[in-house]
C-alpha cells in the first residue's frame, strides 16, 4: 500500500468533518485505495473494507493499538486498557465463492452475494426494525432464487423466511469473518467477560481527527516563527519538523 501523504490526509480529515460515519468509512477506505471509485468502495464485502482499512491503519499509525474498554459487569466497571495488533485483526479476508452463497432450506434455494458498505447503509436508513432490516438486506443481496423448483417473484424475494435469513447470516459470518471485529476481554479485577465490537472506521477517525489538530498546530507554530506555508512545512518529515519545533521552544 502507498502511504498517503500528510496533505491528502488533511484533505481527507477536512472532508469528512462534517460527515456521518459511513460517509466517513467511504473517505478512509478512498485513502486506502487511491485509485478505487466510490462504486467499487461501496460494494466491495464488508471483510475486505475492514482489511483495507487495517492496512492504512498499520501504514499511518503502527500495528499497536490501544483500546479503552469499561467492565460490563456494573458492580465493578473498571476501566481496562490493553493492546491490540493490527496485523492479526486485519488478516481475515471474505472467502466466499464466485457463485455466491448458497443456502437451501426448506422449498428454498438462494444464492447470496456478502453485503457490502452500500447494503448497510441502505438498510440502516429505511428499515423499520431489526427483523425488516434482514429482510431488506437479504432482497438486496440474493442473486437468484428458487422457490418450490420455480424462480421466485420480487415480491417473495422481498418477504423471504426468517429460517432462509438466518442461513444466509450464517453463511455471510463464516465467508467473510472480519465483517464484524468483536472483542471478548476478560476483566483483569473481577475476571467477568466483556465483549465489544471494534468498528475499525470509527478507530481510525478518531485517530486521524487527533493527528490533523496536532499537524495544524505544528503548521501554525512554524509558519509563526520563520514564516513557511502549510505545503512547506508539510515537507518537512515528522523529525525535521519535530526538530524546527524545538528550537522555537528553546528561543
Known sequence: MAVTGPAELLATWEAGLAQPA??????????????????A????????????????????????MQVVLDCADADCGAAMEFELDATALGAARPGAPEDGLRVAEG?????????????????SSAARDAEHGRQLLGARCALSAVRGGRAASG?????????????FA????????????????????C????????????????EL????RDVLLDVHLLASAYGWSEPQILALSPL????????????
Open 22 to 39: 459511513s460517509d466517513r468509512a467511504l473517505l478512509l477506505h478512498r485513502a486506502a485505495r487511491p485509485g478505487a471509485g466510490t462504486d
Open 41 to 64: 468502495l461501496s460494494s466491495v464485502p464488508l471483510g475486505e473494507r475492514t482489511a483495507d482499512l487495517f492496512a492504512l491503519r498499520r501504514a499511518l499509525f503502527g500495528d499497536r
Open 107 to 123: 422449498d428454498w434455494v438462494v444464492h447470496f452475494r456478502l453485503p457490502g458498505p452500500a447494503d448497510l447503509a441502505a438498510v
Open 155 to 167: 415480491e417473495e424475494l422481498s418477504r423471504l423466511p426468517g429460517t432462509v435469513l438466518k442461513r
Open 170 to 189: 450464517e453463511a455471510a459470518e463464516e465467508a467473510d469473518p472480519a465483517a464484524e471485529v468483536t472483542l471478548n476481554i476478560a476483566c483483569p479485577e
Open 191 to 206: 475476571g467477568a467477560a466483556t465483549p465489544a465490537e471494534l468498528d475499525i472506521a470509527a478507530y481510525l477517525w478518531t
Open 209 to 212: 481527527d487527533a493527528w490533523a
Open 240 to 251: 525535521r519538523r519535530r526538530y524546527y519545533l524545538e528550537l522555537c521552544a528553546d528561543a
